[in-house]
């Protein structure tokens, strides 16, 4: 996997929706969460400051959803339903970007991804992250 920081092309499932973004660290930076939200999503995601991200079409075509302190915002396609992107709570000037939307890219190139405990919250706690396991993928 390429871990240079080359701006990625990204798109939801159906192509409504087509962006580029920068990643901050490469996929130094992937994770998983455990948040009750996250928990049921299941996306594996890389981080971009605020400003990595142009969006080259459809930007109208997004929808976000907020919960509990109504601060992070998870951005989807109206049509197909994929989940692109969020603006984190830990830090409203990041995203986390699902990797599987960006071109080339599939969650399962990593053989392993940090969990991050979102149950308990940086900012609900200590301020510290913590990392609730590893999920690992072997090709079978």
């Known amino acids: 996997m390429d871990q240079d920081n080359a701006p990625h ?10 962006f580029r973004v920068q990643l901050s660290d490469g996929f130094n930076t992937i994770r998983r969460c455990t948040c009750s939200y996250c928990r049921m999503r299941g996306a594996v995601t890389a981080t971009a400051r605020e ?12 929808s976000f959803y907020q919960f509990n302190t109504h601060t992070a915002q998870h951005y ?28 080339g890219v599939s969650p399962f190139d990593f053989p392993e991804v940090l969990v991050m405990d979102g ?18 993928f072997s090709a079978g």
């Open 76 to 103: 989807f396609c109206k049509t197909c339903g994929i989940y692109t992107h969020h603006r984190r709570r830990s830090n409203p000037k990041e995203f986390g970007i699902n990797v599987a939307c960006l071109a």
């Open 119 to 136: 149950v308990v919250h940086p900012l609900d706690g200590d301020g510290r992250d913590r990392v609730a396991g590893v999920l690992r």
């Open 51 to 62: 400003g990595g991200i142009v969006f080259v079409q459809g930007e109208d075509n997004l």
């Open 9 to 18: 092309l990204a798109s939801c499932h159906c192509g409504a929706v087509q």
